[in-house]
């Protein structure tokens, strides 16, 4: 078939792709920022022209007819492979099922992809196959598919060549930054390469650092290949290609699309003529005499973690300040043209500077009346949002036992807020730990430089989050800057490289569990090969590091403006909102109002960032003063620590805001570590659960469910002007609002609040979660019903348009009412582009919700966490649905619930009916209630999870005294209905069917049983038989279970080689085939320790 007719029936069209990747090609031919000196805009008709073209070129290169070697040493004749685009838009299926298609037909990996798109109607991803294998998949007619050959322009990011032409720093012989406060503080620019190579498919599957040598060897022999030079590289790293191996070389020129001389068309060739910017690029770089010698020589590179892939830093070590180094731009752009024709390579994406997201406030500290020593206004700003009111720390909940990590460019660590009377030096490398010091309990200085600044940005924001006044280093005491969780230890990681540049070290593992980014780089909103590696490594290896970062001081340009990493699916993006009470300027309207700076969304793709917005506007923290030891804030009457206020400095920006959160983060995961919660429900006071490790997902989905929308407009600062705007929740201003940890979790005697904590939690494609939900507003709650899913979604494609990789949805329905269905982040519909969606419900007593979770459209397993708040019920329902799309299959009863760990004591409750029983049930949260003999009786007997009603016991005493049944051969009671006698069998019953214990007018519902009998049930009656998962009430050995089958099921005497423990995610103890579930081993072991006391 001619390629012609292929580029017609089954390529890609220009808009198409457009709508998938921003990539350099639409630079080119939308925008024409790059070709054309006189940058004219193409007309509609030149781009279609130009886009078919390159693809025809690109189609002709892929060819194995057409195509040279562009490895010499490894090139066997056989077809190579190419990177392609391929989408498939088979109808009712998932993203997975599509890739398991595509797959099949092509034979290849379902591993060996990177999802660009995953929506309803389509999936596009990224592979590697032979030019021969897409032909012969579109003969034989792949349905409804569609592909493009990812072509070289197409691998390189949008706006990267534009930034590097454009860039007037790109030869910085000083740092930049400055200190008046108009605008973000801007480091010494550390230029790097992001490449991103072929999942599965790089050079010889080698780890990332070889491929890159590989690869830049590759590009060594295209420029000898164009300048017949065999000695251009001294690098011991690197190597030269002789000249019997050049004859199969494609020189770079040719290679690349912009640039060949191979096209045919001659519209395409005066496209890419002699006056383009990569055409200069090439002869003023690697054909130039000097070849970018210098820039070989000493690029380093740095592998990346979770993503195949690596880092070429460009200026590392760089002191030659020639045109072959890599500050001369046009080796650059020609380097960036090397990798991208590279069939191994799928994106390359130039690194941009990091910007310290902060304002040096000119007033200092010395010349303000300081805030009421040792109470800060962010600490009950982000607690309550109530004046004074800090109920945290009146919980003793302060961030003890957690530790915070910065990651920054340097840090004063005897300034007060941070000082240790030891001196010690023993927390100083990579993998050094000191937890007996009072503060810093990790520096790690391996990347960078362990000095620090006057007036420097980490000591401000490591004082923000966790810092606490000590005078001598040993006595702490309340001062005027005490960071939000005060009671938390500092793990620092020194980003500081000279006197003001930093190196972005990606999540870095220093034993943190919620670390800060208060930097970031400008991508214009666009999904960058950073974010890959955020998200990678946040998903898929620090599960349970909450990653916490500015969103940026650059809003008042306008939207899109958050910078990265905050604007990638895993992060917690942070805007700052104004302060209060001595902490505020004249004008300044307090902490319902948004700063003007703090970056603005959505994110290019439509997401919703940043996330949150906490103080960090005028905000009191530490100042860095490295010329004093123990500088502090005034409060020392001392002399020698230097004058009044010399270790503070009022500050500005989301720099301050991040740590701010960070800061209240470490108070919930505190709040987690201590036991405030069982493994469903948080119960508010201290070791009334179990230790709970919360995952990322988790902490982020409570942040955000407790935050309140800011009732403000957005203020100019410092004048004051509001600017008349719109301003509300999920916009690209506020997010989900400001931080109100009151809201997150229940604080017995400080709120009403009651919360279902879902952490990290697997579902797949065709599965729904359930959760019943009733609402209880007699105990005077007041708080609407409030639902937050949060995933960690798997990393996208550079460059992406449609970002989200896995897609959850969580919605709402009424039950019982108007069957009303509610949808997250204020929309109508569901949500297709969010990895967090939340949902606000006003409520009313009695009311009862479905909260569902749906794997909509999934590429891969998936894990989430869900936060429910509200006033609810002591019970709740969960379901996990099979198989959505078929209602048949939907099951109405909750699984088997789980022994819980918290023991609790005997109680008696007055009831005098099944009814009253089951109510008296739930409201303790008792997930079971078994009938006795002898209705009615005294009441209600609860012990442990199950409530025992109607024993035919007339005292407390002989109810507590007692051996609860199950230890006798059978249990029969007797109910009265109207007079009419009815026998039934000892049976529990689940939360779901409770309402159907009132026994039937019929006399015949239950016969009396035999020993060995079978049981006949009510049909509206869902009864569950022994077993049961109380340890409580095991039946004794040999006695007969009447099953809901009528058969009769004899348990024989317990052999202990039938009795195990299943380590898994849930712990289970097998009994003669019947499951107990356990939530903890220790609870699991004590009962088979119990076990085979009674029964040997």
């Keep these: 078939m001619a390629s012609e007719t292929l580029l017609a029936e089954k390529m890609i069209s220009r808009e198409h792709f457009s709508s998938l990747l921003r990539t350099a090609f ?49 090139y066997t004749g056989s077809e190579p492979k190419h990177p392609y685009v391929l989408c498939s838009r088979a109808t009712n299926k998932s993203g997975l099922e599509r890739l398991q298609l595509l797959a099949q037909s092509l034979g290849i990996s379902v591993e060996r992809s990177q999802t660009v798109s995953n929506t309803d109607e389509e999936s596009c991803f990224i592979v590697s196959v032979t030019s021969s294998t897409i032909q012969t998949a579109h003969e034989t007619d792949i349905s409804n598919s569609s592909f493009t050959p990812l072509v070289d322009v197409m691998k390189i990011a949008s706006g990267g060549i534009r930034y590097i032409l454009e860039d007037a720093q790109w030869q910085p012989t000083a740092a930049s930054a400055s200190a ?165 390579v799928q994106s390359v994406d130039v690194g941009r500077p990091l910007e310290i997201s902060s304002f040096d406030e000119a007033t200092s500290s010395t010349k303000r009346e300081l805030a009421v020593q040792g109470i800060t206004n962010p600490q009950w700003i982000s607690q309550s949002g109530v004046v004074d ?50 503060k810093v309990v990790h520096y790690d200085s391996d990347f960078a430089d362990r000095r620090e600044t006057n007036r420097g940005h980490g000591t401000a924001v490591a004082a923000a989050a966790v810092g606490r006044r000590s005078f001598d280093g040993l006595v702490e005491s309340n001062g005027y800057a005490d960071g939000t969780a005060p009671g938390s230890k500092l793990a620092f990681l020194d980003m500081g490289v000279g006197s003001a540049a930093i190196q972005d070290p990606g999540v870095a593992d220093n034993g943190a569990k919620t670390i800060v980014g208060s930097w970031g780089r400008s991508y214009h909103g666009l999904y960058s090969s950073f974010c890959k590696d955020y998200d990678a490594i946040l998903r898929d290896t620090f599960t349970d590091v909450l990653f916490v970062t500015s969103s940026g001081n650059t809003g008042s340009t306008g939207t ?74 005034g409060g020392i009457p001392d002399s020698r620590y230097g004058a009044r206020g010399d270790g503070v400095r009022y500050v500005s920006g989301t720099s301050f805001a991040a740590p701010t959160v960070a800061g209240s983060a470490a108070l919930i995961r505190q709040y987690f570590i201590e036991g405030w919660c069982t493994t469903d429900r948080c119960c508010g006071s201290k070791g009334c659960g179990s230790s709970i490790s919360p995952s990322n997902s988790l902490m982020k989905a409570l942040l955000l469910n407790g935050a309140v929308p800011m009732t403000g407009k957005v203020q100019k600062v410092p004048n004051g002007a509001v600017l008349e705007e719109s301003f509300a929740v999920y916009d690209g201003k506020q997010g989900f609002g400001r931080i109100n940890l009151l809201n997150s979790v229940p604080l017995y005697g400080s709120n009403e609040l009651q919360l279902i904590a879902v952490n990290d939690k697997t579902i797949t494609y065709g599965n729904e979660h359930d959760y019943i939900i009733d609402i209880n507003t007699s105990n005077g709650c007041s708080s609407d019903l409030k639902v937050t899913l949060v995933w960690m979604d798997p990393p996208g494609a550079t460059g992406c348009l449609n970002c989200l990789v896995n897609d959850l949805d969580v919605y709402v329905e009424e039950i019982g009412g108007s069957e009303k269905i509610y949808y997250p982040n204020g929309l109508s519909r569901r949500d297709s582009k969010n990895t967090v969606e939340r949902l606000v419900i006003n409520t009313s007593n009695g009311e009862r919700f479905r ?72 409201q303790k949260g008792i997930k079971r209630m078994f009938v006795g003999e002898n209705f009615p009786s005294y009441g209600c007997f609860i012990k ?57 007018m019929n006399p015949t519902i239950h016969p009396t049983l035999n020993q060995t009998s079978g049981q006949t049930m009510q049909p509206t009656q869902k009864l569950t038989p022994w077993p049961t998962n109380d340890a409580s009430v095991l039946p004794t050995p040999s006695t007969t279970v009447e099953t809901a089958t009528n058969e009769a099921r004899w348990w024989p005497k317990i052999d202990k080689r039938k009795i195990e423990c299943i380590l898994s995610t849930d712990y289970k103890v097998d009994v003669a085939g019947a499951n107990v579930m356990f939530e903890t081993e220790d609870d699991c072991v004590e009962y088979l320790v119990e076990l085979l006391k009674k029964h040997g």
């Excluded at 690869?215 to 002789?242: P, Y």
């Excluded at 740095?302 to 001369?328: P, Y």
């Excluded at 340097?410 to 490398?429: K, R, V």
Aim: charged letters at 20%.
């Design 26 to 74: 639409e630079d080119e031919v939308t925008f024409s920022h790059l070709s054309k000196k006189n940058n004219r805009q193409l007309s509609q008709e030149e781009s279609e022209h130009a886009w078919l073209d390159i693809l025809n070129y690109g189609m002709r290169w892929t060819q194995s007819k057409h195509h040279r070697a562009l490895r010499p040493d490894n």
């Design 851 to 922: 909260v569902s979770v749906k794997a909509t459209n999934l590429v891969s397993e998936q894990r989430y966490s869900l936060a429910i708040a509200g006033c609810l019920a002591d019970d709740i329902d969960t379901s996990m649905n099979q198989q959505t799309n078929s209602p048949s299959k939907r099951p109405t009863d909750a699984p088997t619930s789980k022994r819980p760990t918290n023991k609790q004591t005997t109680q008696l409750t007055s009831c005098m009916s099944p009814d009253e029983c089951n109510k008296a049930r739930k």
């Design 944 to 1000: 442990g999870n199950t409530a025992f009603f109607g024993l035919g016991f007339t005292s407390k005493d002989q109810i507590e005294n007692t051996d609860l049944p199950g230890y006798r051969q059978r249990l029969m009671c007797q109910l009265e209905a109207s007079g009419t006698n009815t026998t039934i069998d000892y049976f529990s019953v689940e939360p779901s069917s409770a309402p159907s214990l009132q026994p039937s």
């Design 180 to 344: 008046g406060g108009d605008g973000p503080l801007r480091t010494t620019h550390v230029a790097s390469l992001m490449v991103d190579l072929i999942p599965g498919e790089g050079v010889n599957a080698v780890n990332s650092s070889t491929a890159a040598t590989q690869i830049l060897n590759d590009v060594i022999a295209m420029i000898q290949s164009s300048i017949n030079n065999i000695n251009i590289i001294s690098s011991s790293n690197l190597r030269s290609t002789s000249n019997q191996q050049l004859s199969n070389i494609v020189p770079m020129r040719d290679a690349f699309s912009l640039t060949s001389s191979l096209h045919n068309n001659k519209q395409l060739r005066s496209f890419t003529d002699s006056v383009n910017v990569w055409s200069e690029a090439l002869f003023s770089g690697f054909e130039a005499n000097h070849h970018c010698k210098n820039m070989f020589d000493l690029l380093q590179v740095r592998e990346r973690g979770e993503i195949e892939g690596f880092e070429l830093l460009l200026n590392a070590q760089q002191t030659v300040e020639d045109e072959g180094t890599a500050w001369n731009k046009n080796c650059v752009i020609s380097l960036i043209i090397g990798l991208s024709v590279n069939q191994s």
């Design 560 to 633: 899109i403006t958050v910078q990265n990493p905050a604007d990638c699916k895993n992060t917690l993006a942070v805007g700052s909102g104004l302060n209060y009470g001595n902490d505020i300027r004249s004008n300044e309207l307090g902490i319902d109002y948004l700063a003007d700076y703090s970056s603005k969304g959505p994110t290019a793709d439509g997401r919703i960032k940043p996330d949150i917005i906490a103080p960090g506007h005028f905000l009191l923290t530490a100042n860095a003063n490295v010329d004093m030891v123990g500088e502090c804030d």
């Design 389 to 438: 009111e800090r109920p945290f720390f009146d919980n003793n909940l302060d961030g003890s036992g957690q530790t915070v990590g910065i990651a920054d460019a340097g840090l004063d660590t005897d300034n007060c807020y941070f000082y240790d009377s030891s001196n010690s030096e023993d927390f100083y490398g990579r993998y050094s730990w000191d937890m007996s010091q009072r």
